[in-house]
């Protein structure tokens, strides 16, 4: 059976059939109007049809996959009802009102021209209106109604089945909308050339918004009613979905997508899109694709947990607030506007995804100046392997690079946290540049890492490995975890407080080139370091190392008792550093011990000086000859302080710097002494000091005990310190040692090898007894007589000073040198300060001693020199002194000044060498004594060697003729000298005899001697 047709020309239809098979039927016109069937291969029975005489043209396809179309190429041709039957069928209309009857079967129908109807019939049919105003209906089956270009208001109705409404634009910009009405749809075009669909019972609109810069946009309450696929396709489109699950196509251009409520899909395109999701939106699919694409969340002002990490080679966005979640691949940039509340936002490690860029916006409004005034905290996680990130910004942005995803951080406050998390590797995290104000917490992870701080509080993290950590500026806390790590400190920086945890950790600590005073102290179980200029103070517990670098400057250095902590190795280098090869200020290193029984040693040990013994061990590098002290200080307790293993020549003790102090404090001591120059202080207790090689010095101070020195080789001197009280200080041999007594506390010094004795008498009314010290090893006895420490005037007591000659023949030389009086030719030399008022007493003991002071120049001591048993010869000074010969022949010459002159037994000389000598008492002049008179300095015709005649000597008051010399007033016992008699010159008194001498008597011309 073939196509057939019959024309009713009363009625004005041509009716055309097909059969069972498969038909094509194509219906058109010839330029003439008549109409034609497959061009006019099918017979038409009953009449020709025209387009003048034809109203209604009907085809039944029946049976098979027929085609019934109407060509209007040569002119319009009548309205058409056209009917598929079953099977798929193609049915396309003309111009006119058409009826499409899809029937059974996939079917296509064609509205073209005309408002049209359009009925799917069973089955997954497509139906497009064309032009004009139709109305399509999908009816039984998942239909797709279809809105082109130059189509105008139509009607969509799905019907049963799963549906779908398919509208596609133009290639010019166009703004499309989609809304509820009701329980159905509306959609329209508001530009260009304005139309709607009113959409009933479908399932699915698709959009396809092709080429041009188009808008999309949907409202909500779709979400139950229809979903949305949208597609902007070419162009830069602006596509803002409803509340449905939302599937929404970029296209190619920059586009805008905001996906709205419901759990959309976008694949974003090609070309620089925006992905928009705002509270309420759903979870959402992004597909980047090509193009630098960013997905901008915006928060709200709740308080809103954050977080972003990898899934793979994508990227998961969760808010905990409605436990959303994004799910974004081939999205380079993430913007977070955070817009108030208490935010937790966490970047995870976003290696292997295509994220390059992360901004988060503190502000508390969108586009607002100024943060939400709330705490936010960031988390910034790197990668485990070795990361190198840098935090920089000011005026409130932060930057933070060398993660996967620079990470940007905008209207950041002080009250907000930034935590940069290193995890696994060797990382470097600095934020050196960070100007901004924000609480930065730098946590290295794993692995051996270098974290630099900002010039503000930083709280830092070193966890696993051996981190090097950089506070900087402001006052930070470090927690540097397990391993070897190291804290720095540099000139500018804070009070850092620094808790070491596992493994040996190290504070490294840089001075600068000012006068610095540092204190390492414990304070409870933790270590105080205190730094004097800024008042640097550092707190740190489990750090087991110290180091300072001194460099430039005079500075102080005291290490405390370190009982208790972890601080277990102290390392100072006190030279000036590289930049300093010569520094010429002099620093001070004490350490102080604890209060218990120690053994400390000092040694050499690499070219560094080595303090063990203690909790801590104590090394000091680039100590200099001559400038830097070190003291030790043994505090309570029985201490040992051993220095024998300490080069030589590191230290000087003659001079203000350059000295090594060994302070042993209370207790019963024991001191070693180094190879070089100590000074050693007893304290309390009764000590013992073998104080080695070297010029050393011993320094005993009131309250301090009995001790023991051994001064072993070198020139070694005991510096004993008096007090402002009358005290009996008594200097003698002991064979070859020394006996230092003084009666305040009964205090006996026991020396040996000592060669130096000083006294320094602080006041009071003191008797100091230097005795003979033959056969021991001393060469100098100095007493000072100040009043106070270096002072430069006496105290204001009268001491006395008393010096005892040897037993067999002494030379005793009594002289100023300049502000001292010298005590020379005894086994020691004396030497005396400040001896202003004072007495001086000189025994000779036996022996013939010569005793002179003729060099002595101050008139303010009171001298007293005593020859003692043998001939002595014995000259005074130019003051008023006292001079005894005692047993013997005695010479006495008394020299300037008033003079007591006593001879004692025996035959003895008062020798006179000029006049100015004159004036002195004979204490105990006898007849069988001489007064010796200097002729070539005396005058008057006196010879020397020749005896005085009884014309040149006269009792009496006055000379009575020119031949008299010598006068001898007997009623006042005065020996006077007058050069010319009565020649007008007048009388000197020469002597005046003591009262023993009797009246008129005692001296005669036979007691006169001239030399």
């Given at each position: ?9 009363a ?69 058409v ?24 079967g ?12 359009l009925?799917?019939?069973?089955g ?20 797709r ?40 749809v ?8 304005p ?23 949907a ?6 009613l ?22 929404l ?24 899109d ?31 947990n ?12 969760f808010?905990?607030?409605?436990a ?33 860029q ?7 409004v ?10 936010d ?8 392997g ?14 933070v ?8 951080l ?9 935590v ?32 630099i ?54 504070m490294?600590?840089?001075?600068n ?10 304070n ?83 070219g ?81 000091a ?20 051994e ?16 005290e ?45 010290l033959s ?13 106070l ?48 008022n ?45 001079v ?6 005695d010479?006495l ?18 020798r ?12 105990d ?13 005396f ?73």
């Open positions: 059976m073939a196509i057939s047709a019959i024309f009713s020309a009625q004005g239809i041509l009716s055309i059939f097909g059969d069972s098979l498969d038909n094509t039927v194509t219906v058109s016109r010839d330029a003439a109007g008549t109409i034609l069937i497959n061009g006019g291969a099918v017979t038409i029975f009953g009449g020709t049809p025209t387009v003048a005489n034809t109203t209604l043209l009907q085809g039944f396809g029946l049976a098979g996959n027929d085609q019934l179309i109407l060509n209007e190429a040569n002119g319009a041709l009548p309205k009802n056209l009917f598929g039957a079953i099977d798929n069928d193609v049915l396309a209309g003309s111009s006119g009102a058409d009826q499409l009857f899809g029937e059974d996939n079917d296509t129908l064609l509205g073209q021209g005309g408002n049209d109807l009925f799917g019939g069973d997954n049919d497509v139906l497009t209106g064309g032009d004009a105003d139709d109305q399509m209906f999908g009816q039984a089956g998942n239909d109604l279809i809105w082109d270009p130059g189509d105008d208001t139509d009607l969509f109705e799905g019907g049963d089945g799963i549906d779908t409404a398919e509208v596609n634009g133009g290639n010019g910009a166009e703004a499309f909308t989609v809304n509820a009405n009701g329980t159905r509306r959609f329209d075009r508001v530009n260009p050339a139309f709607s669909i009113d959409i009933g019972t479908t399932e699915s609109l698709v959009i396809n918004a092709n080429g041009g810069d188009d808008t999309i946009t409202g909500n309450g779709l979400a139950a229809i979903s949305i696929v949208a597609d902007g396709g070419a162009g830069n489109d602006t596509i803002l979905s409803g509340d449905g699950a939302d599937v196509f970029g296209g190619d251009g920059n586009d805008i997508i905001d996906g709205n409520r419901g759990n959309d899909v976008g694949f974003l395109g090609a070309g620089d925006v992905f928009i999701w705002d509270p309420g939106d759903g979870n959402d699919v992004v597909e980047g694709q090509a193009g630098l694409d960013t997905m901008q969340l915006n928060g709200n002002a709740a308080n809103e954050i977080d972003i990490s990898a899934n793979g080679g994508r990227v998961r966005f808010r905990d607030i409605a959303v979640v994004m799910d974004l691949d081939d999205v380079e940039r993430i913007n977070f506007e955070a817009l108030g509340g208490t935010d937790n936002i966490i970047v995870n490690d976003l290696s292997g995804t295509d994220t390059q992360i901004n988060l916006n503190l502000a508390g969108l586009g607002g100046a100024a943060g939400d005034a709330q705490v905290t960031v988390v910034l996680n790197g990668t485990n070795a990361n190198a990130i840098d935090v920089l910004g000011q005026n409130g942005n932060i930057n690079s060398g993660l996967p995803a620079l990470v940007s905008q209207k950041v406050e002080g009250i907000d946290h930034l940069i998390n290193g995890n696994g590797g060797n990382d470097t995290i600095s934020a050196a540049t960070l100007v901004t104000p924000v609480n930065l917490t730098i946590d290295g992870g794993a692995g051996n890492d270098i974290l701080g900002s010039n503000l509080a930083d709280v830092f993290l070193g966890g696993d490995g051996n981190d090097f950590v950089d506070g900087r500026r402001g006052d930070d806390v470090a927690f540097l975890g397990t391993g070897n790590d190291v804290f720095l400190w540099n000139p500018g920086d804070g009070n850092d407080t620094i808790e070491g945890q596992a493994g040996i950790d190290e490294l600590f840089n001075g080139g000012a006068n610095e005073t540092i204190d390492i102290s414990a409870g179980g933790r270590a105080r370091f205190f730094r004097d200029v800024a008042n640097v103070v550092m707190d740190t517990n489990d750090v087991e190392r110290i180091t300072f670098n001194a460099f430039d400057g005079r500075d102080t250095i005291n290490i405390n008792d370190l009982s208790g902590i972890d601080v277990n190795l102290i390392r100072f280098d006190v030279s000036g550093g590289p930049n300093v090869p010569f520094e010429t200020s002099s620093d001070q290193v004490t350490v102080n011990s604890t209060v218990g029984n120690d053994t400390i040693a000092i040694a050499t040990v690499n560094e000086i080595v303090i063990s013994g203690l909790s801590a061990q104590v090394q000091i590098a680039g100590i200099r000859a001559g400038f830097d002290n070190l003291t030790i200080n043994g505090l309570a307790g029985n201490d040992v302080i051993d220095a024998s293993k300490l080069a030589a020549n590191l230290f000087q003790q003659r001079f203000p710097d350059g000295r090594l102090t060994l302070d042993g404090g209370d207790g019963t001591d024991l001191f070693v002494g180094s190879a070089g120059e100590d000074v050693f202080l007893g304290g309390r207790g009764n000590d013992v073998l104080m080695g090689a070297g010029d050393d010095l011993f320094v005993w101070n009131p309250g301090d005990d009995n001790d023991v020195l001064g072993q080789a070198g020139f070694d001197t005991m510096f004993f310190n008096g007090a402002n009280v009358n009996n200080i008594d200097i003698a041999a002991n064979g070859s040692r020394i006996r230092f007594f003084r009666d305040v506390a009964n205090v006996t010094m026991d020396l040996n090898n000592v060669e130096n004795t000083l006294f320094k008498a602080l006041g009071g009314a003191d008797n100091i007894v230097v005795n003979d056969g021991t090893d001393a060469k100098q006895v100095n007493i000072d007589l100040a009043g420490i270096n002072g430069e005037t006496g105290d204001g007591q009268t001491d006395t000073i008393t010096i005892q000659g040897t037993n067999a023949q002494d030379l005793i030389l009594i002289s100023s040198v300049g502000s001292f009086v010298n005590v020379t030719g005894l086994s020691a030399v004396t030497r005396i300060r400040q001896a202003d004072d007495v001086l007493v000189i025994n000779g003991n036996a022996g013939d001693d010569a005793i002179d002071a003729s060099s002595l120049t101050t008139t303010t001591l009171r001298l007293t020199l005593n020859g003692d048993n043998g001939n002595d010869t014995i000259w005074g000074a130019a003051g008023n002194d006292s005894n010969g005692g047993a013997g022949h010479l010459i008394g020299g300037l000044g008033t003079d007591t002159l006593s001879g004692g037994n025996g035959t003895d000389r008062y006179f060498n000029n006049l100015s000598e004159g004036g002195d008492i004979l204490a002049f006898e007849a069988n004594d001489f007064i010796q008179l200097r002729a070539s300095n005058g008057g015709g006196l010879v020397a060697g020749q005896t005085i005649s009884n014309d040149q000597f006269r009792v009496g008051d006055a000379a009575q003729d020119a031949n008299d010399r010598l006068i001898f007033n007997g009623s006042t016992r005065s020996l006077y000298f007058d050069a010319d008699g009565l020649g007008g010159a007048g009388q000197t008194l020469v002597a005046t005899l003591s009262a023993n001498v009797p009246t008129n008597s005692g001296v005669s011309a036979t007691n006169i001697q001239v030399i």
